[in-house]
């Protein structure tokens, strides 16, 4: 709220009335009030407030955490970091968008934070909607972490997927020792980032795990195969021919079909794209 309105706001009692109502029996009224007095950037109720964010009822606790970063975002991020990690009826995905009052590289870190210090069930959660912050400051504590602590491999699996979104080269040699994890589902988050940034190098890794024992992990294989920037539809023929098991095969046609299709309306795409001149009459 614009530091006019909140001037208008005062000067007409709306805080007042919504103090009285933060004591109200009636759910949807101390909602109501908590919210207000957030947007009004009222610290005068501040200890009501964050009394509020270990409220029972999720909603009311939640309004109370995005009115505290409204109050003071400094003041309110160590109450939250903590508590972040632990509500499990806080959905990450509204938990990224409350943050982002904070600016994108500050909730990006914080959301770090809270999955690192908090609920093992919240964690891979929080770290999966990373990407949503827009900004990849979160990521060197997140790296800082996986080497220095053993983590779950769902904790791992939400990792590798962040770093696919981001596409940061750094992250290349943690996501290529993890093709071999003995986690399939991790095995298929480190071969999907791999489609998203590896090199000509990774086509050998992608191609021995077309044969995995997993059906998922043999088609995310398959995906990222076609997704590599060094593959050519002729490679993929020649792999297809050459690949050993009715299993490999099988993942390895249709994603022959589909590069085939991608590419031909990319250069249906391209050809359109040029300006044809018209020619004109003397």
């Known amino acids: 709220m614009a530091p006019r309105l909140i001037h208008m706001a005062r000067q007409t009692g709306s805080d007042l009335v919504a103090k009285d109502l933060l004591h109200s029996r009636l759910l ?62 806080w959905s990450p995905l509204k938990v990224a968008s409350m943050l982002s009052t ?17 609920d093992p069930l919240v964690s891979p959660r929080l770290i999966r909607h990373l990407p949503i912050t827009q900004s990849p400051h979160g990521l060197s504590r997140l790296r800082q972490f996986l080497h220095e602590q053993s983590s779950s491999d769902d904790m791992l699996a939400a990792s590798l997927f962040v770093f696919g979104e981001f596409r940061d080269s750094t992250d290349l040699p943690v996501i290529r020792r993890h093709l071999s994890n003995p986690a399939w589902y991790v095995r298929v988050q480190a071969a999907t980032a791999l489609g998203k940034m590896g090199t000509h190098d990774d086509e050998a890794r992608l191609i021995a795990l077309v044969d995995d024992e997993q059906w998922w992990v043999r088609y995310r294989a398959g995906e990222a195969l076609a997704s590599l920037k060094s593959m050519t539809e002729e490679k993929l023929e020649l792999l297809q021919d050459t690949l050993s098991t009715p299993e490999a095969q099988e993942i390895l046609a249709p994603m022959l079909a589909k590069f085939r299709a991608r590419h031909a309306r990319q250069a249906i795409q391209s050809t359109a794209g040029r300006v044809i001149p018209t020619p004109t009459g003397g």
């Open 28 to 89: 949807r009224r101390r909602i109501l009030a908590v919210v207000t007095l957030g947007r009004l950037r009222d610290r005068s109720v501040w200890d009501e407030i964050s009394a509020l964010i270990i409220h029972s009822n999720s909603f009311l606790a939640f309004q109370a955490a995005q009115a505290l970063l409204l109050i003071d975002a400094d003041a309110a991020l160590p109450l939250l970091i903590p508590l972040i990690g632990r509500r499990t009826d």
């Open 102 to 118: 904070v600016g994108h590289d500050l909730a990006s870190e914080t959301m770090v934070q809270a999955a690192i210090h908090g």
